[in-house]
């Protein structure tokens, strides 16, 4: 079984920057991807950004260019680095891991990011 543990979040301003973490224990698959979904009061779970073990990166239209995304496979780690934030990058932050084909496909217990003044 695999456990996701994040950290950051908070309040920070509009303009801001914020970073979040997420380190994934356990039995970790060698191929998987691992990422960040968000949701806010009275809408979906969307995804804001995921990246592969191979580095690939895929980003919601809505943080591309403001948010990147890292990992270090040797440490089981996913980050995002958020940048220029908005009010509407108000949600709950979810770290993600999946297998590729396969039903794994687990979240962190979230963790609340707000901007606002």
């Known amino acids: 079984q695999v456990q996701l543990v994040e950290s950051g979040g908070g309040l920070v301003q509009p303009g801001g920057s914020m970073r979040l973490s997420c380190v994934a224990s356990?039995?970790?698959?060698?191929?998987?991807?691992m990422g960040w979904y968000r949701q806010a009061p009275g809408k979906q779970r969307e995804l804001v950004a995921i990246i592969t073990t191979g580095g690939s990166r895929n980003f919601a239209d809505s943080v591309r260019g403001r948010f990147t995304i890292s990992r270090d496979n040797t440490k089981n780690t996913v980050s995002l680095q958020m940048n220029s934030l908005k009010p509407e990058d108000t949600a709950v932050y979810y770290c993600?891991?999946?297998?590729?084909?396969?039903?794994?496909?687990?979240w962190g217990q979230g963790t609340q990011v707000t901007v606002s003044s």
């Open positions: 993600n891991y999946r297998i590729p084909s396969t039903v794994v496909n687990l």
């Open positions: 356990g039995s970790i698959h060698n191929i998987n991807t």
